[in-house]
């Protein structure tokens, strides 16, 4: 049914209206002389899918950073699969909405707590299982991939990531009773509710 729609138009408008609704903005990663220039990010968010650690041209290809108010998005995924796209595009405006929430504190606590790290990566990627829920209608039956991906890419301790595994489980029993783990995601069923009702469930 999809094919009245453009996706590409769709997440290209949901991205402008998260971003100016979350306070944030998306910038190529590759013309970027901050991630040029630096190894930090307090976030290195990642598509499903992918394994593995990060290194060099990979890290810039496949990996989205957040830095406070300001996303930096590999051209690849900006101008790949929509669905990819926004999903990921959700990931990180949680974490931008973290950082508003606690400024200073965050990205501290993020680089220092491993158990800090876990909480919020839990809820980022809850927020993409949410909306990836509203438009396919499904959830994972199994997170062994995701929590994979946490311990790898973002370096948490086999305690972290059982803390992971419980937050997320418990993200998904609040997806599965119709409610939203995070803000991100919840603002953007609500706009894609408002204008994109009849993509719901259709993937
Ligand atoms: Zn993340």
């Known amino acids: 049914m999809s094919d009245k729609v453009s996706m590409q138009m769709v997440s290209a408008v949901f991205s402008q209206h998260m971003c100016q609704k979350l306070g944030a903005v998306v910038i190529d990663k590759e013309n970027s002389t901050i991630m040029q220039g630096a190894a930090i990010g307090f976030d290195v968010g990642r598509l499903f899918g992918l394994s593995g650690l990060p290194d060099g041209a990979y890290f810039n290809e496949h990996f989205a950073t957040t830095l406070g108010p300001m996303i930096f998005m590999p051209k690849a ?31 501290w606590l993020y680089l220092t707590e491993p158990s800090m ?3 919020y990566e839990a809820q980022a990627f809850g927020g993409q299982l949410d909306l990836e829920h509203w438009f ?20 948490l301790r086999p305690e972290d990531v059982k803390q ?14 119709g409610g939203h783990v995070s803000r991100s995601s919840l603002e953007a069923i609500v706009w ?12």
């Open 77 to 107: 995924i900006r101008n790949g699969d929509p669905l990819s796209y926004m999903s990921l595009l959700t990931h990180e405006l949680e974490h931008v909405a973290q950082w508003k929430e606690k400024k200073i504190g965050m990205p």
């Open 117 to 119: 790290r876990a909480s």
């Open 192 to 203: 894609l509710e408002r204008n994109y009702p009849q993509l719901k469930g259709s993937f």
């Open 164 to 177: 992971a595994e419980a937050f997320m489980l418990s993200h998904l029993d609040t997806i599965k009773a």
């Open 136 to 155: 396919t209608g499904r959830l994972p039956t199994d997170l062994t991939h995701q929590l994979n991906s946490l311990a790898s890419s973002y370096h």
